[in-house]
């Protein structure tokens, strides 16, 4: 079956230091550590959970937009126009009619799959499988699965915040920015060039000229090219990784107030201040008149991002973790768009 793909870029900024853990502790030089890439070793956020932190937020969103005789009370809601059902302006709600279907329960695992679609008058079925967060990140009943609409990469680091003498300089390289830039061995490119020997936090390392990085290369960031150093591809890896942030925590005793013998524990993170880059695509069938349209979906990404600044991503959000803020306008930005068969 044919179908439209659109591609659009995703750049986002750390407001917190983000902690997407690996499970488990290891035995090193922190206890919790950081989800990396199994190839470069550089640390990352994944796929996975950008996609089901995302999902959870615009259900929170069209959960929010109900008015609340509505919210729990699905029977009342199928001969109601959407005009009565939501409280809001918004075309991705108010032009989607199987709207109407959706509960808070559309985000997360579905924890009722072996019920069928016919039992989505129920606020207890688990997914609805009707509604636009069902059909943009997919679903699976005991009578119908579907694939989701939107398919997102990894989050990869596009520039990194490091310490040095003139203050921070966010690094990156050659394969971060794909482009072709020539850095000479445990050399290193600034914008001025001059400034003979720079330290990106313990390493010190010589400036060998000056990058010629323009506004378009910082990809939409915040960021000034004045405050971007570019270093080779082979010292990428450990620069960051040396220069992660290390936080020590510690259980307390609720009886004693005090801290618990043997409960001392440390956790590293991608620190405030990074970049990250990356994309997501979506994907419509063409001929199913069940699916919303792509501008409905990447209008409500662009809705429930908002999420993302104040609950964040990753563990230990109520430990000062996880805030991030999405730079990208995912409504308006320009997107790359083909038509496959």
């Known amino acids: 079956m044919s179908g439209n793909l659109k591609t659009k870029k995703i750049i ?14 290891t035995i090193g030089r922190v206890d919790n550590t950081i989800v990396r890439d199994p190839i470069t070793r550089v640390p990352k ?5 950008m996609a089901g932190t995302w999902r959870y937020y615009m259900a929170l969103e069209l959960q929010s937009s109900f008015k609340d005789k509505y919210k729990q009370k699905l029977s009342d809601r ?33 924890d009722e799959s072996q019920k069928t679609l016919d039992d989505s008058q129920s606020i207890n ?21 579907n694939q989701g609409m939107l398919f997102f990469s990894d989050l990869n680091i596009l520039f990194f915040p490091v310490y040095t003498r003139v203050g921070v300089r966010w690094i990156t390289s050659p394969k971060l920015l794909d482009k072709d830039i020539v850095v000479e061995e445990n050399k290193i490119l600034t914008s001025k060039g001059d ?14 000229g000056k990058h010629t990085l323009d506004e378009s290369d910082l990809k939409g960031s915040k960021l000034n090219k004045d405050e971007i150093v570019i270093v080779p591809d082979n010292l990428i890896s450990q620069i960051i990784n040396s220069n992660l942030e290390v936080r020590t925590s510690v259980s307390i005793d609720p009886i004693t107030g005090a801290s618990k013998d043997g409960a001392l524990f440390t956790s590293e993170a991608i620190p405030r201040g990074t970049i990250f880059c990356g994309e997501v695509r979506g994907f419509k069938r063409v001929g199913d008149d069940s699916l919303p349209s792509l501008e409905c979906i990447f209008e409500a990404l662009e809705d429930s991002k908002q ?22 306008n995912l409504k308006n930005a320009e997107c790359k768009e083909q038509t496959n068969g």
């Not at 230091?17 to 499970?23: K, L, N, V, W």
């Not at 400034?195 to 060998?208: A, F, S, T």
Request: aromatic content about 12%; some cysteine; charged content about 25%.
């Open 307 to 328: 999420y993302f600044t104040t609950l964040g991503i990753g563990g230990m959000t109520t430990r000062g973790f996880g805030r991030m803020e999405i730079l990208s």
């Open 125 to 145: 079925s688990g997914h609805c499988g009707h509604c636009i967060v069902c059909k943009s990140f997919g679903f699976s009943k005991k009578d119908l699965s």
């Open 195 to 208: 400034e003979d020997y720079l330290n990106l936090g313990w390493l010190n390392l010589e400036v060998n």
């Open 45 to 49: 956020i994944p796929a996975s959970s």
């Open 12 to 25: 986002a900024q750390a407001t917190d230091p983000i902690y997407i853990g690996t499970g488990g502790f």
């Open 78 to 110: 199928k001969d109601e126009s959407l005009e009565e059902l939501f409280d809001t302006d918004k075309n991705w709600i108010k032009e989607f009619d199987k709207n109407r279907y959706a509960r808070i329960k559309c985000a997360g695992q579905d």
